[in-house]
């Protein structure tokens, strides 16, 4: 089955500790993204992608870093710069907007991240 | 900036009472709308989207929803619902960006509780 893999469910970090939060698809999506959820606030976009080795800085970019170096992979870090990363963490993607105008994104089921 | 404001936090309803969830969006040219449904610790589904042609559009469990462009509106609607129904409910608008890309903007979510 095609889909968009988050890995680990929970995660458990401590204050001064970068930590990576992975994310593959098999959908052949050019574009992914990174969103964040706190209670309250929705889904803030942190960064996103539309090609390979190339991304863009979302609303909160600051304290987080990904990569694309394959299209089906977008792995996050939180590093220790970001203050309060305690949050569920969404990634999704989506077929190469610029050809198909009417696409949705597809999310993935979320990572869970506690500072300890 | 594009933006989605859902005007309802939480919203109490008796099973098999009807429900109107509202969303509204920052007028543009072309708009894309979306809602989406989040279960506890889980990933969103989509639940129905508008790209063009007909203003009711019906989507998966039921729920069907009205593009209202005079109104810059966007409510989710369902007829009767069930205790499964109990979750958290996002609109959202696919954007373009400066870069040229397109992005997906979220609204802060309303939670629907499903009372027996």
């Known amino acids: 089955d095609g889909g968009i893999t988050q890995s680990p469910k929970y995660l458990f970090r401590k204050e001064g500790q970068n930590v990576t939060l992975s994310c593959e698809q098999n959908?052949?999506?050019?574009?992914m993204y990174w969103y964040r959820q706190d209670p309250g606030q929705g889904l803030r976009l942190i960064y996103y992608?539309?090609?390979?080795?190339?991304?863009q800085k979302g609303d909160i970019a600051e304290g987080y870093s990904v990569s694309r170096e394959k299209k089906e992979s977008f792995p996050l870090t939180v590093t220790s710069a970001q203050k309060n990363p305690t949050a569920f963490y969404l990634c999704a993607s989506s077929i190469d907007l610029k050809r198909l105008m009417n696409t949705e994104a597809f999310f993935g089921q979320g990572t869970r991240l506690t500072v300890v | 900036a594009q933006s989605v404001t859902q005007l309802d936090s939480q919203v109490p309803v008796f099973e098999e009472a009807p429900v109107e969830l509202r969303c509204n969006y920052s007028s543009s040219v072309s708009v894309y709308l979306f809602w989406y449904v989040q279960y506890p610790n889980q990933g969103l589904q989509l639940l129905l989207k508008?790209?063009?042609?007909?203003?009711l559009v019906k989507g998966i469990n039921g729920f069907e929803a009205e593009f209202n462009k005079s109104q810059t509106s966007f409510h989710l609607r369902k007829p009767s619902v069930h205790i499964s129904d109990t979750a958290e409910y996002f609109c959202?608008?696919?954007?373009?960006?400066?870069?040229?890309?397109?992005?997906?903007?979220f609204g802060t979510g309303t939670r629907l509780k499903v009372l027996a």
């Open positions: 508008y790209l063009s042609g007909s203003t």
């Open positions: 992608s539309q090609i390979v080795n190339d991304f």
């Open positions: 959908l052949n999506h050019d574009a």
């Open positions: 959202a608008v696919r954007t373009l960006t400066t870069s040229g890309t397109y992005k997906y903007i």
